[in-house]
């Protein structure tokens, strides 16, 4: 099993519409959870970072993490064609440990 | 602003040559750096973590001499392709950690093209 799962999509959906991004894990040492945003042939940039179980929110962008069930959530509301692009979960064991990359999951909001 | 930079943004070469990609962390001291490479339409994958003043630790799989990484500095990781050949074609990335921070930020990345 590897350690992070994310629908790779791709995933389309109209403007406005409220998206729903997810990955898996398997290891339970994992405390740190991040969301990454990456446009074509550039390096990603960091959306959100969560620490441990719960939600955090930023404008349109809130982050859930459940710990018990190993699922992260990145939820964007009011969808922009600006948002289209490849969103890549990334858990961390410790603060200086490597982060664990899921395949990510391209997407095109449409005009 | 940008948190980290990296130079080139893309280079292409002959196969045989030698290649050096820079990283440079400007808002802080990166104690800690990777680099990543990632094949299109695949993610990220580590190539090594490189501490600042002691060698760098590779994943497995990975070439420690054919791809060399020098952390001099605070604020410079190198990672220099040698006798690059087709296949090391790549889209090569780094990130910066500071000394009391959980996030990474990532260099806008090289794109590497060995004729």
């Known amino acids: 099993q590897k350690e992070v799962e994310q629908d790779p999509g791709p995933l389309s959906v109209p403007e406005g519409a409220i998206v729903s991004l997810n990955c898996t894990y398997s290891?339970?040492?994992?405390?740190?959870f991040m969301w990454y945003r990456q446009y074509s042939r550039k390096g990603p940039e960091l959306l959100m970072y969560?620490?441990?179980?719960g939600n955090k929110e930023d404008g349109r962008f809130t982050a859930q993490v459940d710990k018990s069930s190993k699922y992260i959530s990145l939820f964007i509301r009011d969808s922009q064609p600006s948002d289209s692009a490849t969103y890549l979960c990334?858990?961390?064991?410790?603060?200086?440990?490597?982060?664990?990359f899921g395949k990510g999951t391209k997407l095109t909001v449409n005009p | 602003g940008a948190v980290v930079s990296q130079h080139p943004s893309w280079v292409i070469c002959k196969s045989g040559t030698s290649v050096k990609i820079e990283c440079r962390s400007l808002?802080?001291?990166?104690?800690?750096m990777f680099w990543y490479r990632q094949f299109p339409k695949q993610s990220l994958m580590l190539m090594a973590t490189s501490n600042e003043g002691s060698k760098a630790t590779y994943e497995q799989g990975v070439e420690k001499d054919k791809f060399l990484i020098n952390h001099a500095s605070l604020t410079l990781s190198t990672l220099t392709v040698t006798s690059a050949h087709p296949e090391d074609s790549s889209f090569y990335i780094c990130?910066?950690?500071?000394?009391?921070?959980?996030?990474?930020?990532f260099g806008s990345g090289t794109q590497l093209s060995v004729l």
């Open positions: 990334a858990p961390r064991r410790g603060g200086s440990e490597k982060l664990v």
């Open positions: 990130s910066t950690q500071g000394r009391a921070g959980e996030k990474l930020f």
């Open positions: 290891n339970s040492a994992f405390q740190y």
């Open positions: 808002d802080f001291q990166a104690t800690t």
């Open positions: 969560t620490y441990s179980s």
